[in-house]
């Protein structure tokens, strides 16, 4: 029967103490986080797979998932798409949907850091790597609001950002007390805006924020130039639009030319106009006077770019540039290293500010539909029926998300934060779900195993190569509490220990010598 139970003395049960006196180096959400540990980023990469696409397994020695996935077709959909709706209706929430193409063409983004980005935050970091990535990698893409928003949007897709991680940021942000007032200023300013309170160095102080001490150093124009950038920089972030009265009045109290105020209202007016829907040719004629004294604003980079571009990525390019305009003359006092820091405050206020507006959603009305597919799944897939009816002793209402979850793409935010919702109980059920999938996508089917509750035991034990040592523990535990399961468990573990093997050890197995199989 496949639910019988065993306490076997065998090389799988012997292990268990063994893991249990492995130790990793910091709490994460529930977890033991060793950077070289890739169960996360082993989910979220296997997550919206085909099951059974592989001829072999995929795995590294670490099981660490990588370039193999690619041969592996998506058939899920986005879990975007479950609560696209939901999101289109609070402020913020349509730039999850932004196409790339308006997001960044013909602005100050470098994509190829931006996708480098986009790839470190696929798994789970300790406070010190996470700080050095957002550090290095964040200022390279762009000194903008385009790239703090395209920053912003792919840390969003990371581990949820604590305060520590935050904390940690700051605290290793090279430049000293002017770098940290700077990532300060960034982030307070910002998260006032939204919260629709004027920014002002008094509100900034009030906080208790490093910048108090530093700011009053800068000159008035400055902090005014920055204070308007922020404030434009917020509503770019919530996906709402700049107006010619609110531009004109920030560049009204900045100490600028009649010239140069007068160009930045007509930038303003012919983004909205051809936002409106209006020809670009007819527009741009209409404001040829103001044209003159605009085209030296718009940085070299964004000016060549702009002619190629179709009237939504021109309308927000347009905006953007009006916006940076602000900012740039803020921060023209800055040393580079303070620079740097205003582009890394910025991207990760806006990534916390993306990840509060999801969060809500997907550990409400997004589990309660992941659990109804997942219970659907458990009856039409017979392989992940089985695990459910012989391992999932606990947790079965953690399984059915995970295995429902599982079915979709994902990103790391995604995954982590609908994990962490789950009691104990219901995670352990979770993460049987998840390394059911990951071994099903990264593995080839045993020509040995027919029955789906060996299979299942097969695949998770496979599945969970790659996790942490306590989840191993308590996922091999509950497969070698029941036959069937433990039989699809043996043949997988001998399977990843000839994967293992030296040349020396392989040289040895062929002549009968060496390591005896598990029984």
């Known amino acids: ?18 893991m249990r006196a492995v130790k990793t180096r910091a709490s994460f959400g529930g977890f033991s986080v060793d950077i070289k540990v890739p169960w996360v980023g082993n989910a979220v990469k296997a997550a919206g797979r085909a099951v059974g696409g592989v001829a072999k397994g995929i795995a590294d020695e670490s099981g660490r998932i990588g370039r193999g996935l690619k041969g592996v077709p998506i058939v899920g959909g986005a879990l975007e798409g479950v609560y696209h709706y939901a999101l289109l209706a609070i402020p913020g929430g349509a730039l999850f949907f ?68 935050m904390t940690g940021v700051e605290d290793a942000l090279p430049g000293g007390p002017l770098a940290k007032m700077a990532c300060d200023v960034a982030r307070q300013g910002i998260n006032s805006a939204i919260h629709h309170e004027k920014i002002t160095w008094e509100t900034i102080a009030q906080e208790g924020i490093s910048a108090a001490a530093t700011a009053v150093a800068l ?24 107006d010619r009265a609110l531009v004109a009045g920030f560049a009204e109290e900045l100490n600028l030319p009649p010239q140069a105020k007068a160009a930045l209202g007509s930038l303003t007016d012919i983004s909205v106009s051809i936002a409106q829907g209006q020809r670009v040719d007819q527009t741009l004629l209409s404001h040829v006077g103001s044209l003159v004294a605009a085209v030296p604003m718009i940085p070299p980079d964004v000016r060549r770019s702009l002619s190629n571009l179709a009237s939504p990525a021109l309308s927000s390019s347009l905006q953007h540039t009006v916006t940076d305009v602000f900012l740039d003359v803020g921060k023209q006092k800055f040393p580079d290293a303070a620079k740097r820091a205003l582009s890394v405050g910025m991207a990760t206020v806006h990534a916390q500010n993306l990840q509060s507006i999801v969060a809500p959603i997907l550990t409400g009305d ?32 953690g399984f059915q998300i995970g295995a429902a979850l599982m079915r979709y793409t994902i990103n790391t935010h995604q995954f982590l934060t609908i994990r962490q919702s789950l009691s104990q109980v219901e995670r352990n059920g979770f993460d049987l779900a998840a390394s059911l999938h990951i071994g099903r996508v990264a593995n080839a089917a045993s020509t040995q195993l027919s029955d789906p509750h060996a299979q299942a035991g097969y695949y998770i034990t496979h599945g969970a190569q790659g996790g942490y040592p306590s989840q191993k523990v308590a996922q091999l535990a509950a497969v070698a509490d029941s036959a069937v399961p433990r039989v699809g468990a043996v043949v997988a573990v001998n399977r990843i220990h000839h994967a293992r093997m030296s040349w020396w050890e392989s040289l040895l197995s062929l002549f009968g010598l060496g390591h005896k199989e598990a029984a």
């Not at 932004?98 to 480098?116: H, P, T």
């Not at 000159?219 to 700049?242: F, H, I």
């Not at 039409?380 to 606990?394: I, K, M, Q, T, W």
């Open 98 to 165: 932004a196409s790339e193409q308006v997001l960044v063409e013909g602005k100050r983004v470098d994509r190829v850091a931006l996708n480098a980005l986009r790839q470190g935050v696929k798994d789970v970091h300790e406070v010190a790597p996470y700080a050095q990535m957002v550090i290095s990698l964040v200022p390279g893409v762009g000194p903008g609001i385009s790239a703090a928003i395209g920053c912003g949007l792919a840390l969003a897709e990371g581990q949820p950002i604590s305060e520590a991680l």
């Open 366 to 397: 997004v589990e309660n539909k992941l659990m109804a597919e997942g219970q659907s799944l458990i009856q039409s897939d017979p392989v992940v029926g089985a695990a459910y009816r012989s391992v999932v002793r606990e947790g079965q209402e």
């Open 1 to 18: 029967m496949a639910g019988t139970r065993h306490n076997p003395k065998s090389r799988l049960s012997r292990g268990r103490s063994a």
């Open 219 to 242: 000159p008035d124009d400055a902090k005014r130039a920055l204070e308007s950038g922020l404030t434009c920089g917020s509503m770019l972030m919530q996906g709402r639009r700049l």
